[in-house]
């Protein structure tokens, strides 16, 4: 199933279903259905980060009431980021409607529900707490720390993995418009073709992976623009040893030139790897010596 990407900031504010959505997500009250989500960052600017998350839940955990001959169903989101007193740093939510045939819905039901979502936020470290309505009683309710590290557009810098088995030739309307007409519409593109989140990190034995990063290297813009390149490792969770290392890739080609951002897109070897779970780690370099700090994102092999 395809992603449901509704952009509108903040729809349910103020409403009904929103506060009521507001009070699961402060309440201890456990969700009911299981909810898969990711949530990698990129830089904006200096002092902004945007968000992507991304999350799915069985598709048979949306209700659907009958409307004549069709199906609907209304699918509610909520998602805060808090600081450690609590303070809401930012917040989205969205209402997605859900209109279908009889035999539509049969074909919806074997999947996977997906969604994805951004928000903007400052550097900081912060509680993610996201909440679903599958449109009756049930709902999803997910909780994880959110680690915004700072961002120095002088130096060479990185942004966190988003990791990912769906990557599709980017939309040709998207890829007509410039990037300011967009606006928290910004997809994660690399060499035309628009990179999805994964939800959850899971994937099969299988599946062909890759990462998603950004690297800002400053000096693209000028005549003496050095090599830059990408590392990384592969690391068991459970012993705390690699289990994959690579060498030093290099990406300064995968730019534009005489821009700074550099979309990066590398596959993970799955195949070499058992079943488990893993961390992968990734961190940048040039040729005048500088390093950027380890970005790191969590993964399971089944």
């Not at 990407?5 to 903040?10: F, I, M």
Request: charged share 25%.
């Amino acid at each position: 199933m395809g992603y449901y990407d509704l952009k509108a900031p903040d729809l349910l504010a103020g409403k009904p279903e929103g506060k009521s959505l507001e009070a699961l997500a402060e309440s201890t009250q456990s969700g009911q259905i299981p909810v898969s989500l990711s949530a990698p960052y990129f830089y904006s600017s200096p002092g902004v980060a945007r968000v992507y998350v991304s999350l799915q839940i069985p598709a048979t955990a949306i209700d659907f009431g009958k409307e004549k001959k069709d199906f609907h169903s209304e699918v509610q989101v909520l998602g805060i980021a808090a600081r450690a007193d609590g303070a809401v740093a930012a917040r989205f939510s969205d209402t997605v409607k859900l209109d279908m045939e009889k035999k539509d819905l049969k074909e919806f039901a074997k999947g996977p529900f997906k969604y994805q979502n951004t928000f903007n936020i400052a550097p900081g470290e912060y509680t993610l707490k996201l909440v679903l309505s599958s449109g009756g009683d049930k709902f999803a309710k997910y909780e994880k720390p959110l680690s915004i590290a700072p961002f120095d557009d002088k130096q060479l810098g990185i942004s966190g993995p988003a990791l990912s088995d769906d990557i599709r030739p980017v939309n040709d309307l998207v890829a007509s418009l410039d990037s300011q007409l967009l606006e928290d519409q910004t997809p994660l593109v690399f060499q035309g073709n628009e990179v999805f989140p994964q939800p959850g990190n899971r994937f099969q034995r299988g599946d062909k992976v890759s990462f998603y990063v950004e690297v800002f290297e400053p000096k693209m813009q000028t005549a003496f623009a050095p090599r830059v390149g990408v590392l990384f490792n592969i690391v068991d969770s459970k012993t705390n040893q690699p289990v994959f290392t690579s060498n030093t890739i290099l990406v300064d080609s995968m730019g534009r030139a005489g821009d700074p951002l550099i979309p990066v897109v590398q596959a993970i070897p799955l195949d070499k790897l058992q079943a488990g779970s893993y961390r992968l780690e990734v961190r940048a370099r040039n040729s005048d010596g500088g390093v950027t700090p380890v970005r790191a994102a969590d993964f399971d092999v089944q």
